[in-house]
T-cell receptor
Framework: ETGVTQTPRHLVMGMTNKKSLKCEQH?????MYWYKQSAKKPLELMFV???????ENNSVPSRFSPECPNSSHLFLHLHTLQPEDSALYLC???????????FGDGTRLSIL | EDKVVQSPLSLVVHEGDTVTLNCSYE??????LLWYKQEKKAPTFLFML????IEKKSGRLSSILDKKELFSILNITATQTGDSAVYLC????????????FGQGTTLQVKP
């Protein structure tokens, strides 16, 4: 139990669907992150939120839309995804930016 | 372009062996270097290094940073099968962006 919970654990969707990934942290942290992990590629940082404000957007396509309603919750809204978007999406949190991050177990996303 | 490179990419050893994993980096505005262990799911934090020459130690694991030569090593002594995992190195940047770049990881397999 890492204190960071992601749902769903697995998601299969078509390219025209709209779905959302959810992340919740119970650690009292102020910063939250979305990462993409593809086979044989380094973990890629997608978005960073600090105190509910987006502070980093790593040139992510607009078909990925993050939302951070409060410091404990983070969403990643998905629409019109491509097959190359199939990957493990990891959420993380840290006390402040640039502090060690605690990761969730991820959502395994498959795009048909 | 900022980059983090780990070597070797994979390693197979026997229980009791000592291993050394390498992480080199070329980045602007370096702040810290972090090591994580990833088994099946969530990466778990091992060490954060900010100063050269100061060894961090936790049980059989230790790590050190050389900011002049721009690299870090992670040592594992008396390896056990439970050490089998992917070891990830990441670099953080000065400023408040929360930006962080990961290396490709080193896959370690420890055989009985």
């Amino acid at each position: 139990e890492t204190g960071v919970t992601q749902t769903p654990r697995h998601l299969v969707m078509g390219m025209t669907n709209k779905k959302s990934l959810k992340c919740e942290q119970h650690l009292g942290h102020n910063a939250m992150y979305w990462y993409k992990q593809s086979a044989k590629k380094p973990l890629e940082l997608m978005f960073v939120y600090s105190l509910e404000e987006r502070v980093e957007n790593n040139s992510v396509p607009s078909r990925f839309s993050p939302e951070c309603p409060n410091s404990s919750h983070l969403f990643l809204h998905l629409h019109t995804l491509q097959p190359e978007d199939s990957a493990l999406y990891l959420c993380a949190s840290s006390l402040e930016n640039n502090q060690p991050q605690h990761f969730g177990d991820g959502t395994r996303l498959s795009i048909l | 372009e900022d980059k983090v490179v780990q070597s070797p990419l994979s390693l197979v050893v026997h229980e009791g062996d000592t291993v050394t994993l390498n992480c080199s980096y070329e980045v602007t505005n370096f702040r810290s270097l972090l090591w994580y262990k990833q088994e099946k799911k969530a990466p778990t934090f091992l060490f954060m290094l900010t100063s050269s020459g100061i060894e961090k130690k936790s049980g059989r694991l230790s790590s050190i940073l050389d900011k002049k030569e721009l690299f870090s090593i992670l040592n594992i002594t008396a390896t056990q099968t439970g050490d089998s995992a992917v070891y990830l190195c990441a670099v953080t940047f000065s400023g408040n962006t929360g930006k962080l770049i990961f290396g490709q990881g080193t896959t370690l397999q420890v055989k009985p």
